[in-house]
Nanobody
């Protein structure tokens, strides 16, 4: 079975940094597109960043571009989201997700409403940015 487990969330001050980890089991993530999504109270789930299964191409939401970096560690079957210069509006539950991309690009997969481009999801990890 496909399993994804997020970790690394917590409380951080504005301007601080945090690294989220997504551990995959039951599949080899090299064949899957991986996405990081977030959902704040009262808001829809949105795609933050996604990475391709093939050429390593990435997508970032405009709100996080230049601050967040997504990466793979194939040897350990993990994906990371390095978050720098955090802002209060980054506060949300963050989820990692995986799916076979087929002919879809990561941009298309990441921008689908409600994270519809991904079929497997982790349980989420809370990120709170506050003074």
């Amino acid at each position: 079975q496909v399993q994804l487990v997020e970790s690394g969330g917590g409380l951080v001050q504005p301007g601080g940094s945090l690294r989220l980890s997504c551990a995959a089991s039951g599949f080899t993530l090299d064949y899957y597109a991986i996405g990081w999504f977030r959902q704040a109270p009262g808001k829809e789930r949105e795609g933050v960043s996604c990475i391709s299964s093939s050429d390593g191409s990435t997508y970032y939401a405009d709100s996080v571009k230049g601050r967040f970096t997504i990466s793979r560690d194939s040897a350990n079957n993990m994906v990371y989201l390095q978050m720098n210069s955090l802002k209060p509006e980054d506060t949300a539950v963050y989820y990692c997700a995986a799916d076979l991309p087929y002919i879809r690009t990561v941009k298309v997969m990441c921008r689908m409403k409600h994270g519809g481009g991904f079929g497997s999801w982790g349980q989420g990890t809370q990120v709170t940015v506050s003074s």
